[in-house]
């Protein structure tokens, strides 16, 4: 058998690695438009404090995951899949521009949200989802901290994302100013009381949070990044943290439906039997998406395990809680998803 997996996340390499120990006679295939290896997402927001990210945060090289058998198709992207011929088409660097599959793995993950009064301006913002983002805003702040100088930054959003990346900038001496169109940090996973006491300790790290502003306009003035409020400000830069957006362009194009995310059963299959889709980019029936690494590790388990004929009951998510990787923070109510 013939399996492709799309991406080379904890979904993708989970998925892959543990069909390989259990199916040693079948083919398995990474197509990943990553270049740097297998590496921690959650780790990202640990990017300023931490001297060596760039290297520490990688969990497996592609070469490593190569010694396991594994193919893997380096800086190249699926940008079609043809469900009759079952095929894949490959934009990439590589020799191959098509490959067959028996069971195709859809691990793609989910990108940033730019809210709609940001759109067009993406230029003037980063945003914190990959290595090259991390990468980018670190080559940033470099020339500041080369002339013993820090960056003044702008967040939008003081969701998940944005506070853990607050915090570690504060804590690597930059100043921050969080924007949150709501009344307290974190809504979707704190209870009040835990919001305020988040709030007090990244005021105490140096954070300024102003809540109730939703940002109308970032542009661009002289040297500086300005943000648009009731009252306009000036950056050295600005992150857009407002949230995550399954990647499901390849999957509709294909003709397989979407939601939220791609829709799957409760064995994470398509409607196309042969197709099959976990982690950040899946919608279970219940209209659930799953988008932290352990239900992810569990749902890629499962599949490699369900696939090499293990098991034959659906997927079932196990309770889990999850905590913000703010420094100093620890809510007292965890978040159960
Ligand atoms: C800054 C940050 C901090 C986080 N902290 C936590 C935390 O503390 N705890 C927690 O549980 N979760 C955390 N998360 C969420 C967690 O990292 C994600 O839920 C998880 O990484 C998603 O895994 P995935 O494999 O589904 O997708 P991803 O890890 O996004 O991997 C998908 C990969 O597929 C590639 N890809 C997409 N389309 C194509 C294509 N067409 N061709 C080739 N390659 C493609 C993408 O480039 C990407 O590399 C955090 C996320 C971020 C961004």
New binding site residues.
């Given amino acids: 058998m013939n399996i492709i997996v799309?991406?080379?996340?904890?979904?993708?390499v989970t998925f892959a690695e543990k069909y390989r120990a259990l199916s040693p006679e079948d083919e398995v295939t990474i197509?990943?438009?990553?270049h740097d290896g297998y590496y921690s997402?959650?780790l990202?927001?640990r990017g300023f404090t931490k001297t060596d990210i760039e290297q520490s945060i990688i969990l497996k090289t592609f070469d490593k995951l190569r010694d396991l058998s594994i193919n893997v198709i380096a800086g190249?992207?699926?940008?079609a899949i043809n469900r009759s011929t079952k095929t894949v088409a490959i934009d990439g660097p590589g020799q191959e521009k098509s490959l067959s599959y028996d069971k195709l793995i859809l691990?793609?993950?989910?990108a940033a949200v730019v809210p709609p009064p940001l759109r067009g301006s993406e230029k003037l913002f980063f945003s914190?989802?990959?290595l090259a983002d991390l990468k980018a805003m670190r080559k940033f702040r470099q020339p500041f901290l080369n002339q013993n100088r820090h960056p003044h930054w702008a967040i939008v959003g003081g969701g998940?994302?944005g506070c853990?990346?607050a915090s570690d900038l504060a804590t690597a001496g930059d100043k921050v100013t969080i924007y949150h169109a709501l009344d307290r940090l974190m809504e979707r996973q704190l209870v009040a009381q835990d919001s305020a006491s988040l709030l007090a300790v990244l005021q105490a790290s140096g954070v300024e949070v102003l809540l109730n502003q939703a940002v109308r306009a970032v542009v661009e003035e002289s040297e500086k990044i300005c943000v648009e409020t009731d009252v306009n400000a000036e950056f050295d830069a600005v992150i857009v943290a407002c949230g995550?957006k399954p990647?499901t362009d390849?999957a509709s194009h294909a003709g397989l439906d979407v939601a939220r995310g791609v829709n799957v059963n409760n064995h994470l299959q398509t409607q196309d039997e042969a197709i099959f889709a976990?982690?950040?980019?899946a919608e279970l029936p219940d209209g659930k998406i799953y988008?932290?690494?352990?239900p992810?590790r569990n749902q890629a388990l499962w599949l490699a395990n369900y696939l090499s004929g293990q098991v034959q009951t659906s997927w079932l998510a196990a309770p889990f809680t999850?905590?913000a990787?703010v420094h100093g923070f620890e809510a007292a109510h965890p978040y159960v998803l």
């Fill in positions: 799309v991406g080379s996340g904890v979904a993708g197509v990943t438009n990553e997402r959650p990202l927001s190249s992207e699926v940008i691990a793609q993950g989910s914190l989802n990959s998940l994302i853990e990346v995550f990647r390849l976990l982690g950040d980019m988008a932290y690494i352990l992810i999850t905590k990787k």
